[in-house]
């Protein structure tokens, strides 16, 4: 699939000798097509690895995307300058006037803060208020899914004894659901976090339904029966040194932390890392993108406000 994105973006260059397949917007423009329109919040702080992360698998389908960033104007940003975000990232108040067939919201390193404690928790409010009558289909990654449960459904997180990392195996619960559209039984997926949310808790909702769970990370993907919100919590997203890169952070400012599990060969930090999880990844984006947004978002997209849909809290 083109991704159309600014020609200017640092993650271009990167992206073309990997073989992905993007088209900058001088091209796009000649295609008479209706391309769909994709808003990503990066929530992530070192937002210039997200970008590529999630644009090569945005990549994965033969349709034409629009894609644009959204940083929190609430939150000053330690990792990414001050240009890059003015360059190529939106703010809420630019993008608040439009719509859009998919957004994906990142996860985020603040499991250990309350929800109303981090910074920008009542600007993210507003996207997931405004969500519901200018986007057809929400994409939730780790903590952004544990946000948007909680604000929307009231399920709450939980935190666990330690610090859930690596790759683990997850079952697929619902084998009929489009999301998992040719899935093995069991996938390997990377999961980094220190919270979770309860099986019991999302059962509770009728409209959600648990789409694939582990014995070691719980809940793994989970959906609302009309793919309008898809809730994943491990980082599908990540590439193949994204885990090592945090343990290292990890080990470096002292935080004594356990090495990922199954990920290094044989547990060995100073062994390579096989990917085992790329199928699975380039797998459940494509199936977003086709069945939760491409086959159902209006052709005109300003009929979402006509008919908004509303999430029911407990």
Same mark, same amino acid.
């Given at each position: 699939m083109p991704i159309k994105l600014d020609k200017e973006l640092p993650a271009l260059d990167i992206l073309r000798k990997e073989n992905v397949f993007i088209m900058d917007n001088k091209r796009a423009k000649h295609q008479d097509i209706r391309p769909m329109d994709f808003l990503i #919040?990066?929530?992530?702080? /070192?937002?210039?690895?997200?970008?590529?992360?999630?644009?090569?698998?945005?990549?994965?389908?033969?349709?034409? @995307?629009?894609?644009? *960033?959204?940083?929190?104007?609430?939150?000053?940003?330690?990792n990414t300058t001050a240009e890059h975000l003015e360059t190529f990232y939106k703010t809420f108040d630019d993008v608040k006037h439009k719509y859009?067939?998919?957004?994906?919201?990142?996860?985020?390193?603040?499991?250990?803060?309350?929800?109303?404690?981090?910074?920008?928790?009542?600007?993210? !409010?507003? @996207?997931?208020?405004?969500?519901?009558?200018? #986007?057809?289909?929400t994409l939730h990654l780790c903590w952004g899914a544990q946000a948007g449960l909680y604000y929307k459904y009231g399920i709450k997180k939980v935190l666990l004894e330690e610090k859930l990392s690596g790759i683990f195996s997850q079952t697929v619960k619902?084998?009929?659901?489009?999301?998992?559209?040719? *899935?093995?039984? !069991? *996938?390997?997926?990377?999961?980094?976090?220190? /919270?979770?949310?309860?099986?019991?808790? #999302?059962?509770?909702?009728?409209?959600?339904?648990? @789409?694939?769970?582990?014995?070691?990370?719980?809940?793994? @993907?989970?959906?609302?029966?009309?793919?309008?919100?898809?809730?994943?919590f491990g980082h599908l997203e990540y590439d193949r040194e994204t885990l090592d890169r945090e343990y290292k952070r990890d080990v470096k400012v002292g935080k004594n932390p356990n090495v990922p599990a199954h990920y290094y060969l044989n547990d060995d930090p100073n062994q390579e890392v096989p990917m085992q999880w790329?199928?699975?990844?380039? /797998?459940?984006f494509s199936n977003w993108i086709n069945y939760a947004v491409y086959q159902e978002t209006p052709y005109q997209l300003?009929?979402?406000e006509k008919e908004p849909w509303f999430y029911g809290y407990l």
């Open positions: #919040v990066n929530l992530m702080p /070192t937002k210039e690895v997200t970008e590529m992360q999630l644009l090569r698998l945005l990549a994965n389908t033969p349709l034409q @995307i629009n894609v644009e *960033f959204l940083y929190m104007t609430s939150h000053e940003s330690k859009y067939d998919g957004l994906i919201i990142t996860g985020a390193p603040v499991e250990t803060l309350a929800y109303e404690e981090v910074d920008y928790w009542e600007e993210l !409010c507003q @996207i997931f208020d405004w969500a519901k009558s200018h #986007v057809y289909s619902q084998p009929s659901n489009p999301i998992v559209r040719g *899935f093995d039984d !069991c *996938f390997m997926a990377p999961h980094s976090r220190y /919270t979770e949310v309860r099986h019991e808790d #999302v059962d509770k909702v009728d409209r959600l339904e648990v @789409i694939a769970e582990g014995p070691t990370v719980g809940l793994s @993907i989970v959906a609302s029966k009309d793919l309008r919100e898809v809730y994943s790329n199928l699975a990844a380039t /797998t459940f300003e009929e979402l």
